[in-house]
């Protein structure tokens, strides 16, 4: 008679240990039908990833006559981009002052995106003859090989005699903010620059954010220039309905104290 409960321990145990062997079973099997369904999404997004490239690539096409026409009527603006550059905030912290003077020389810029968009771009500056450098066309391209390794290459600035301003530190210009730099590099040191080809930022900010719409940091400074003239005028109207205010208080104490007079002159 001892011996059963301690026999109904053991078949508690088995049972106990029978429920979890087949929540570890059930529970492996979930995880393998995720993965199915997670490579079923994959694949998805992957045949997803296709036809979005093939989309961008033939609305690119179509973007082309209208980027032309547009960088012709860009070129009837004297110191279009200098001034879109300096508008940016980003690109703005770059410049010093002798860059802004050369880049009033930039005459036209583009974008190239390759025919295989995943593969890179490229952007040209056009300048026309400045005393800067000889010449008319830099460019840098960002390249991405086939193991999505990236990579990127400059044209080689010819630059005149004593006029390499990637050899020479300057002050700020005067539409940019200063960096934590004791001396503030050139915006052409960046041709220079292949160190991170995959992160950088200078050639992500012109290809994404400028070249879609230059005229709105063109216009940037007028735009800030309407804000503080309506600041300045609201600023005025406040203060002129105060001095209305303060008059109008002023009258009617005026008003107060003649009938308070008048009170007193009918009790005499």
Not at 1 to 5: G, L, R
Not at 137 to 144: C, D, P, Q, R, Y
């Given at each position: 008679?001892?011996?059963?409960?301690k026999q109904a321990k053991t078949e508690g145990k088995n049972n106990h240990e029978a429920t979890d062997e087949q929540a570890d079973k059930e529970q492996q099997e979930a995880i393998e039908q995720i993965d199915e369904v997670q490579n079923e999404i994959d694949r998805l997004?992957?045949?997803?990833?296709?036809?979005?490239?093939?989309?961008?690539?033939?609305?690119?096409?179509?973007?082309?006559?209208?980027?032309?026409?547009?960088?012709?009527?860009?070129?009837?603006?004297?110191?279009?981009?200098?001034?879109?550059?300096?508008?940016?905030?980003?690109?703005?912290?770059?410049?010093?002052?002798?860059?802004?003077?050369?880049?009033?020389?930039?005459?036209?810029?583009?974008?190239?995106?390759?025919?295989?968009?995943?593969?890179?771009?490229?952007?040209?500056?056009?300048?026309?003859?400045?005393?800067?450098?000889?010449?008319?066309?830099?460019?840098?391209?960002?390249?991405?090989?086939?193991?999505?390794?990236?990579?990127?290459?400059?044209?080689?600035?010819?630059?005149?005699?004593?006029?390499?301003?990637?050899?020479?530190?300057?002050?700020?210009?005067?539409?940019?903010?200063?960096?934590?730099?004791?001396?503030?590099?050139?915006?052409?040191?960046?041709?220079?620059?292949?160190?991170?080809?995959?992160?950088?930022?200078?050639?992500?900010?012109?290809?994404?954010?400028?070249?879609?719409?230059?005229?709105?940091?063109?216009?940037?400074?007028?735009?800030?220039?309407e804000d503080d003239l309506d600041d300045e005028d609201g600023a005025e109207d406040e203060e002129e309905g105060d001095e209305e205010d303060d008059e109008a208080e002023g009258e009617d104490d005026g008003e107060d104290e003649c009938e308070e007079e008048g009170g007193e002159?009918?009790?005499?």
């Open positions: 008679m001892a011996t059963q409960p997004n992957e045949n997803a990833s296709e036809e979005i490239l093939k989309v961008e690539q033939k609305y690119n096409k179509l973007r082309q006559p209208f980027f032309q026409k547009r960088s012709d009527l860009i070129g009837k603006i004297p110191n279009f981009w200098v001034t879109a550059f300096i508008n940016h905030p980003q690109v703005s912290a770059l410049l010093n002052e002798e860059d802004e003077e050369a880049l009033q020389y930039l005459t036209k810029v583009e974008v190239q995106e390759f025919e295989d968009i995943k593969s890179g771009y490229k952007i040209n500056f056009h300048f026309d003859t400045n005393p800067y450098f000889d010449n008319k066309t830099i460019s840098k391209e960002f390249h991405l090989n086939d193991t999505g390794e990236p990579s990127s290459k400059s044209t080689t600035i010819t630059w005149k005699a004593g006029k390499d301003l990637t050899g020479k530190a300057s002050s700020p210009g005067k539409g940019g903010r200063k960096r934590n730099h004791e001396e503030q590099e050139s915006f052409f040191s960046w041709f220079l620059d292949h160190g991170d080809a995959g992160a950088d930022e200078v050639g992500e900010v012109i290809k994404d954010d400028i070249w879609p719409n230059p005229l709105q940091y063109y216009l940037a400074s007028e735009i800030e220039e002159e009918d009790d005499a």
